[in-house]
């Protein structure tokens, strides 16, 4: 298939790429680069010993949508779309920035989907449609809602979804529920860039083994869990590209419309089990301090991903340790990131 991936040169899109490539599919990425460095695609490159087809331009931008579907020489089968502002707490701050973007882009996409009759879509979205109050382990038919405008984005990408695959019944589109995605390529040429002081836990304790950020702050060691830290669904980055391209296969060969899958591991880990899995794969100590939670952060958060296992036969198989091990990999082969 020829597939376009929006961001593809992101932190997921990247790593989803390579897979892609490997299983013999053709790759056009557009990425607009505003939160990606243009290295990346060399880097790609390189590890897939091919050159790759790379638009540079925002996905809300109609006008180049339509001069890459109207292509005769190179027609687009399907689309991941990756493309989106993901900061939360950037996404209180600037709400209006986060629905104009991040709905403007799903927007333009699927209306040019429509327009040059692409029926498949993966669309990246995110544990967080599950809000404040939902009970663990987390299943796809549980009501959607959300904290923060970022989530939000999340939340009304997939009713938007929702409303097309009736009103355009050959459309196929599966959501894909994300926990919490970390570690890097194991070649450690690739791997996750947050521009500034990472807001994640895993790149931030990376950042902190690297003596780059003196500490650790834990917020809050107050919660009802194994230790009193938040416990969240860690999965690699490598076993989440599978996950696309498994969801992208399922719905290319089955005729239902609209599928959710949650793609997680299904196993919780706390913020300390994590201090304590990276300081085994640095071997170096993390200096941590405990202080206040932070707002929205919710206590427990893992899947359900049994869905996703039956009918995809995907689930994770890295560990916590191996994705600490190819975190820091990656991070200490690239500790101020991707060069510019
Ligand atoms: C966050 C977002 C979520 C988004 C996801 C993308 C919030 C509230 N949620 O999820 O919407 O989809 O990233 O990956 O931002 N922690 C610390 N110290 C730190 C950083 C984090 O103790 O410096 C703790 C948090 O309290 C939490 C856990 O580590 O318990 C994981 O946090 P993080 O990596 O930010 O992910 P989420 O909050 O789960």
Not at 130 to 145: N, R
Not at 329 to 336: S, V
Request: aromatic share 8%; hydrophobic share 40%; with cysteine.
């Amino acid at each position: 298939m020829r597939v376009l991936v929006t961001g593809g040169a992101g932190y997921i899109g990247s790593h989803t790429v390579l897979q892609l490539l490997a299983a013999g599919h053709q790759v056009v990425i557009v990425d607009d680069f505003s939160n990606a460095k243009p290295t990346v695609v060399n880097r790609l490159e390189t590890l897939a010993s091919q050159p790759l087809t790379v638009h540079a331009f925002d996905v809300a931008d109609r006008d180049r949508l339509d001069a890459l579907f109207a292509d005769p020489a190179a027609p687009i089968d399907a689309v991941i779309h990756f493309a989106a502002f993901k900061a939360v707490g950037e996404s209180v701050a600037k709400p209006l920035d986060y629905y104009r973007n991040n709905l403007g882009a799903t927007l333009a996409l699927a209306e040019a989907m429509l327009r040059y009759d692409v029926r498949h879509l993966v669309f990246s979205s995110s544990a967080t449609v599950y809000g404040e109050s939902a009970p663990v382990p987390m299943t796809e038919d549980l009501p959607t809602s959300a904290t923060n405008p970022y989530g939000w984005t999340k939340v009304m990408n997939e009713q938007i979804l929702r409303d097309a695959v009736v009103a355009h019944p050959l459309l196929r589109v599966a959501l894909l529920r994300y926990f919490n995605p970390v570690g890097a390529h194991p070649s450690g040429q690739i791997g996750e860039d947050p521009a500034g002081i990472p807001n994640n836990l895993m790149p931030y304790l990376a950042q902190v083994a690297l003596g780059r950020i003196p500490k650790l702050s834990v917020f809050g060691d107050d919660y009802d869990t194994v230790d009193g830290s938040g416990v969240r669904d860690y999965l690699h980055v490598e076993d989440l590209a599978a996950g696309h391209l498994a969801a992208l296969e399922w719905i290319s060969t089955h005729d239902r419309p609209l599928s959710v899958w949650n793609l997680g591991s299904g196993q919780g880990t706390s913020v300390l089990e994590l201090v304590r899995a990276f300081e085994r794969a640095s071997g170096r100590e993390i200096p941590y301090e405990i202080v206040a939670r932070r707002p929205g952060d919710i206590a427990t958060s893992y899947a359900d991903p049994s869905l996703a296992e039956r009918e995809l036969g995907w689930r994770t198989t890295r560990t916590v340790d191996d994705m600490c091990v190819d975190t820091w990999r990656w991070q200490q082969a690239n500790p101020h990131g991707y060069p510019s």
